[in-house]
Every structure is written in C-alpha cells, then in structure tokens.
C-alpha cells in the first residue's frame, strides 16, 4: 500500500488519519502540537519531527490546515515541503481555503510534475470520525482517480467539482449556505421559546414541515433538543465560530472577486463576527443560538 504524509491533526485531521491507518496505510504524521502527533503514534503512525521528514518518502501528502496561509507556507515558504517531496508523489489538500491560494499551490507542484488535488470536506467531526466525509474535488480527472482508494478509507462521497481551485468553491458555497441555515434555525427556536413554546416540540414540528433543514434535524442548536451534538455538551467540540466566520470570509472574497451579490451571507457573517468578539469563538458554531437568545441556553 501507498506511503501516506499526513500534516495537521486537529479536530477532522486527526480522525482522517486514524481511518488511513485502520485501512491499512502506512502514515507518517506532522502537527506543531506534540500530543497530537503522541495521539496517533499510539494508533500506529509514524510521528515525524516536521514536515520535510514527513513527507520526504511519501507516495501521498495529504494537508489539512486551518486557513490559505498556513498551506502556502505549507508547500511553498522558505520551510516548504515542495522542493523535498518525491518525483511522482500526489498532493491532496483537504483544507478548506480560497480558491486562487489553491491554484497557486497547484500550479507550483505542476511546475515541479506533480499532481495536485484539492479537496476540501464536508461532514464534521462526526463525518471525519465515522469514515463518512463527503470529499469536494477540484484538479486534473486522472489525479483524482489515484486519490480515489485513499479518500474512500475516510469518506463515503466524492465528488468532482471541476478544475483546480473549483472544491474549494463548491465548499465555500456549501458552508455559506449551512452559516446562514444555522443562525436562521436558531432564530426561528429563539423566537418560539420567547413565545413559551417548547424547543423541542418545535423542532419536531419545522422538521417534519416546510422549514426543514439539515441544522434543524441533525445539529440542533437549542441545549436540551438533541443528544450528541455540541448545544448538547455547552457547543464544545465540532466546527468552531472561528472557522465559519473564516469561511463566509472566503465567501465574501470570492463574491467580490465574480461581481456576485450574497446579501444573506454577509448578514451571516456579521452575526458571526459579533458572536465571535463577543468571545464564543472557540465554541462550536451552533452557539449562534446564544446570541440570538442570550437569556436562555
């Protein structure tokens, strides 16, 4: 089987790479946090002491990083692994980044003849642990075949959006579109409980009506609806508000950049940003509801 580098282990990078290894690959990993890598040395990884010795003998390297800059630094900065990686390797970026970040670091591991994937993931925590990812691709057909055994190991859809750079434009959508469905379903349970309805009554009713939607159904942020999901465990865990204010950030970027109106999301991010100052932004991003009902949950 393939030799995989796998650099990031946080929240979705850690349980990605532990379903690589349960596959049985051999995977060599990277991550500034010590006890991270510890983590999967235990499971059966290969901890490395930085990325270049990571990734020197890898068939596969696969990142995911939180934000455009840290990949580029990633790939190509003055530490970056580009230059050391192996004739013939294939890249696979699972980051969630903008799409001209994307195509440049694509563009720079073509220069050198090898092939590069982007493909960014949807599924959370949850997905990432259960092997259920749904995989957003963007780059060459023929890349995405050789990727195809290893992103199974760790999701169960993948799909190809296009080009290089086009995953991440299809993630960015997706996420845009989940932001604005999550302050709304919180609004919506905001403003039943201020009229003495019960939340979780009112959860049943909208999703089995018109407003369903997958924050209401699987997600639900009002503390008390749902078990297993963060509003469950005081919105700890999951995907923080930190990171889809990131996300609706590259939204906007990317509207201004086609001329594109997202009179929505740019309402969403401001509410996340407001939640974020407000000092939730480590808090998964159902916390929304704390805003938009501060005096409940």
Sequence with gaps: MSHIAFIGLGNMGAPMALNLINAGYQVTVFDLSRAAVGKLSEAGAIAAADAQVATADADIVISMLPASSHVEAL????????????????????????????????????????????????GGTAGAAAGTLTFIVGGDAAALDRSRPVLAAMGKNIFHAGGNGAGQTAKICNNMMLGILMAGTAEALALGVANDLDPKVLSDIMSKSSGRNWALELYNPYPGVMENVPAARGYSGGFGVDLMLKDLGLAAEAALSARAAIPLGELARNLYSLHSQAGAGALDFSSIQQLLAPDKP
């Design 75 to 122: 790939y190509l900065g003055e530490q970056g692994i580009l230059p050391g990686i192996r004739d013939g390797a294939l890249l696979i970026d699972c980051s969630t980044i903008a799409p001209q970040s994307s195509r440049k670091v694509a563009q720079a591991a073509s220069a050198r003849g090898l092939a590069m994937i982007d493909a960014p993931v949807s």
